[in-house]
């Protein structure tokens, strides 16, 4: 289904902002997973041209391709990853992989309130190769659907929305875990424009990359593994970097040369105050 896109009001994304901020993280994280960190402890990507970035290694098909799983996810031994946006501008979530990991990433909205872990073995979910989540998972399919309770907002989570995936790996549409559809590329499964205006991306052997246009203000979480269960898996970087939107540049960059502006004022003052 085509998505209309549109532009968010100045109003909202301040009132985003202020509450992405009041309900930052305590630190406190349910049973089931628990956030990897990121370099410097640094999981806030602030208004303006920046990036934050971790370091890890993931086995070879912990986000698909497990024929043992029926190729859905094992959240257990992927690496789950928070983050903050501060204003609304363009994300990118980028997986680079070292020779032997084929990545996949999925991207969740959780708006104004951090990641709360989900809950362990949520009611009677229990995949078609017989586990129950979140040792076996759907990382593809919007929220509610099978395999995603344990995660899912009102259920056993605090998940708002799956916004998008990217897959380097082979795809997998039949005969899955959760009965999700698993497909190579970069792939928007966004149901509204709460959270952006449009997800893009691309794959290569051993890399996986979302676009995000007019990502919103609030918390977000990320969820990598591998997608190929012929290789050997390693290690790889995960970024998270911002654009803000033209917008948004252009206030700043009027506020800087404001702010120059007044300092040359100053100087010029104290000179001629001196003379």
């Known amino acids: 289904m085509q998505k209309t896109h549109y532009n968010k009001t100045r109003p909202l994304v301040s009132l985003a902002i202020i509450s992405a901020i009041a309900f930052a993280s305590s630190g406190a994280y ?11 402890g640094d999981n806030v990507l602030d208004l303006g041209f920046n990036s934050i970035t971790a370091n890890e290694s993931a086995l070879k098909s912990a986000y698909s391709d497990n024929p043992n799983l029926n190729y859905s996810a094992w959240a257990h031994v992927g690496d789950w990853f928070v983050f903050q946006n501060t204003g609304l501008q363009d994300v990118t979530v980028t997986v680079n992989g070292s020779s032997g990991f084929v990545p996949g990433v999925t991207v969740w909205a959780t708006g104004s309130n951090v990641f709360d ?13 017989g586990f129950g989540t979140p040792h076996s998972f759907n990382a593809t399919g919007k929220m509610g659907d099978a395999g995603t309770l344990w995660m899912a907002n009102g259920q056993g989570g605090n998940v708002l929305e799956t916004l998008g995936y990217a897959v380097a790996g082979a795809s997998h549409t039949v005969d899955t875990g959760w009965g999700e559809t698993i497909l190579n590329g970069a792939n928007d499964v966004s149901l509204t424009n709460t959270f952006e205006n449009g997800v893009g991306g691309s794959v290569g052997a051993n890399t996986a990359s979302l676009t995000f246009n007019d990502l919103a203000p609030g918390w977000y979480l990320a969820y990598v593994g591998g997608t190929d269960h012929a290789s050997a898996g390693g290690a790889y970087e995960l970024a998270v970097s911002a654009v803000p939107e033209a917008e948004t540049y252009a206030m700043l960059l009027a506020g800087l040369g404001l702010v120059g502006w007044r300092v040359r004022k100053h100087h010029r003052a104290s000179i001629q105050a001196a003379a």
């Not at 349910?30 to 410097?40: D, M, N, R, Y």
């Not at 872990?117 to 190769?129: D, K, N, R, V, Y």
């Open 117 to 129: 872990g989900g809950t362990e073995g949520f009611g009677s979910e229990i995949s078609l190769a």
């Open 30 to 40: 349910a049973a089931a997973v628990s956030p990897k960190p990121w370099v410097s």
